[in-house]
Structure formats: structure tokens, C-alpha cells
């Protein structure tokens, strides 16, 4: 999770950007797990499209293999960001409880496990 919340946007990242702000990308689908396709600095011009279309009616960015930035309960499916449980050195405080069943032992990072 550390490395994640490090991670720098590439140079694909920032084409990426051009992009979806000049209106020729309207869905941006990404197997990375790192979040940065959702960070707000990628995002910020994705709105102000100079094309005359509808907004999409579905995410702009489809993480297909999910983000390390959120946990799902495997025992009741809520979500809660990591961060929640984090402490300011990146590192898990103590054992995550799921807020919803208070279960200890089921929390994951919210990726694709294959």
C-alpha cells in the first residue's frame, strides 16, 4: 500500500489526461491497482470537455482489478478506505475490524485475487 500511495503519474498517465480534459477519451478502463487514474489531479479538466456530449452515465475510470486505496468484509461485503485504518507511517495500527459485523480476521484490500 505504501508503494501505491507513492506512485508517480507516468507519462502514459498524462496523455491519459489530455485525453479525457479535451473531450476524445470519455471511459479510461485500468487493470492497475494503484489509483492513480482516480487521484483529482487526474481527473480535474475531465469534466470541462470542449465537446457537446452528455456526461457519462457511468465512472469515468473502470479500475477492472479494484483499488489497494479501499478494504471490502469478505464475511459482509463493506467497504471503508484504507486509509481509515492506517496510521501516518503507512502502517496497519492494529488488526482492521469491519466496521458492519465487527469481524477481525476478514478485511482485504479490494482487488481482484486470482
Request: glycine share 4%; net charge neutral.
Amino acid at each position: 500500500y505504501q508503494e501505491a500511495r507513492q506512485a508517480e503519474p507516468t507519462l502514459t498517465h498524462r496523455v491519459l489526461q489530455r485525453m479525457m480534459s479535451s473531450g476524445r477519451l470519455l471511459r479510461h478502463y485500468t487493470l492497475n491497482i494503484d489509483g492513480l487514474a482516480t487521484t483529482p489531479s487526474f481527473n480535474s479538466n475531465a469534466s470541462s470537455s470542449s465537446v457537446d456530449t452528455m456526461p457519462p452515465a457511468e465512472p469515468v475510470v473502470v479500475e477492472l482489478h479494484g483499488s489497494l486505496h479501499q478494504l471490502i468484509c469478505t464475511a459482509c461485503g463493506a467497504a471503508l478506505p484504507t486509509a481509515s485504518v492506517i496510521n501516518s507511517s503507512n502502517r496497519f495500527t492494529k488488526l482492521p475490524s469491519c466496521p458492519e459485523c465487527s469481524d477481525d480476521t476478514c478485511l482485504r484490500f479490494r482487488v481482484l485475487l486470482y
